[in-house]
């Protein structure tokens, strides 16, 4: 047998966080798979460090959502939430279990488009829309969902000149008991802007309002706050429907339900604190059975969560570069995946646990990212079992967000795997390298000689 290292004997002040009633919790179990792939293997094939995305994972959480809705309000339609992860092979998981399209730039449009999503089941978000792309949604019948007076105004002059009727609906803000509250998208309903903007889209002849849309915040912890949301809605529906005899076809309730995640400062794991689909589920559908909508107008329900429906299915692989001690005699740990991969890491005290066996002994850790910056820290202190260069580290729950706010630097972005339902590993985004990233690059005549 292979005489153990020698480590030099350490007393070390702990400060991985408070511990709790039950002591602090130092027993870190392994991911040393996924979906019947060896994280090992996983990483010999396709590099380190790795996204891995589930597919098994994306279509059983979906249906759970799902599933919560339908079993308590018959007209429920998901539309997904491209910024949260657009991917084109993602977002043509959510399209095949049904969800539509809901997006939030001229890109995200024309991605779905491309993905073969019909104009008419594009959900159009956001407060930057140009005129061609509002030409481009009017043109294909999609759901304009307005931001602010100034786009009312544009697509009443587009559809105007061009002599066609415009869907749309309003983004609402309002309060619904969650401090600070989100008034900055859409337009207010207590201060009248809301009924104000309504009133303007019905006398304009080429509007036609379909619905109205809230997106309250993200990451909601209390489903209460949803209720809220519809009930104010289905009121407002309600209003409509008596000064204009005109129904709501949807209410839309936008995303914002809670991932699994931690969140930064909490006291418990998000995993024990997260409402259910059910919870938010029961919330929502309560205030609209319970609204004095006539039953045969209930409005369908748009849902655009994202997070929650992806967050689980995600993975960073990776490796350690290096055992570090700091100059205090602190451990640390530096491994190849940086915060420009792990975006969230911002806001969420990842889980981060090895993918090998390894022995029982943990000890307070930092660890960094690879990247020669000071603020690359995935964790700042961690109980971490003592591994060593070449290991390999498993970050869970990193879906969304992370494969679209990621910010190339130093060095390229790594490949991107989905392991499909039987199993078999696809890369569906290539590593970036250097050809890649030159791409883009120009250079003026006058700087293309260095004389060196
Ligand atoms: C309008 C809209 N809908 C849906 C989402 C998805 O939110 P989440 O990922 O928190 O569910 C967002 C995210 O900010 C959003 O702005």
Redesign the pocket.
């Known amino acids: 047998m292979e005489k153990p290292k020698f480590e030099r004997p350490l007393i070390n002040r702990i400060n991985a966080g408070v511990p709790d009633k039950f002591g602090m919790k130092t027993n870190v179990q392994p991911i040393s798979e996924i979906d019947d792939n060896t994280v090992n293997n996983l990483l010999s094939k396709f590099g380190s460090p790795l996204y891995i995305l589930s597919e098994n994972k994306i279509r059983n959480t979906f249906q759970d959502a799902l599933s919560a809705f339908k079993t308590r309000y018959p007209k429920v339609q998901f539309a997904w ?1 491209y ?2 992860n657009y991917l084109n092979a993602v977002c043509n998981v959510f399209h095949q279990e049904g969800s539509w399209a ?1 997006v ?1 730039s001229g890109f995200e449009y024309d991605k779905a488009i491309a993905n073969g999503v019909p104009g008419n089941k594009i959900i159009f ?2 407060p930057d829309k140009s005129t061609d792309d509002l030409e481009k949604a009017i043109q294909n019948g999609s759901l304009i ?1 307005m931001d602010h007076f100034d786009e009312l105004y544009e697509i009443i002059r587009i559809t105007g000149e061009q002599k066609l009727t415009a869907k749309v609906a309003i ?1 609402i803000n309002m309060d619904t008991g969650i401090y600070p509250k989100w008034d900055r ?1 859409g337009f207010n309903l207590e201060n009248g802007e809301a009924w104000s903007a309504i009133n303007k889209i019905m006398a304009a002849e080429l509007l036609e309002l379909n619905g109205l ?1 809230t ?1 309250i ?3 909601i912890m209390t489903p209460g706050a949803y209720g809220v949301a519809a009930g104010k809605l289905a009121d407002f529906a309600v209003r409509i429907e008596r000064k204009f005899n005109h129904t709501i076809k949807y209410i839309d309730m ?4 809670a ?1 699994k995640n931690t969140l930064k400062g909490a006291y418990l794991p998000g995993s024990d604190t997260c409402p259910s689909f059910d919870d938010y589920a029961e919330a929502i559908t309560d205030a609209l059975v319970n609204s004095d909508i006539q039953p045969d107008k209930m409005p369908t329900l748009f849902l ?6 992806i967050d689980d299915a995600g993975y960073l692989l990776g490796t350690v570069l290096a055992n570090k001690r700091l100059a205090d005699g602190r451990r640390s740990l530096v491994i190849d995946i940086g915060i420009n991969m792990l975006f969230t890491s911002f806001w969420y005290e990842h889980s981060i646990v090895p993918a090998q066996d390894h022995q029982q002994d943990t000890e307070d850790t930092t660890i960094y990212g690879p990247l020669c910056m000071n603020i690359d820290v995935i964790r700042s202190a961690v109980q971490f079992p003592l591994l060593e260069k070449n290991d390999q580290v498993v970050i869970p729950r990193i879906g ?2 992370n494969m679209t706010q990621w910010l190339q630097f130093i060095t390229y972005r790594p490949k991107v795997v989905m392991i499909d339902n039987e199993n078999n590993p696809h890369i569906i985004r290539e590593n970036e390298d250097f050809e890649s990233m030159n791409l883009h690059d120009r250079m003026p005549e006058h700087l293309s000689k260095i004389g060196m």
Not at 254 to 257: I, L, M, Y
């Open positions: 939430s910024k949260t809901e939030v978000n956001g969902h983004r998208f849309h997106h915040g993200t990451y936008g995303g914002g339900f991932s655009e969560t994202g997070r929650a429906l969304a967000y």
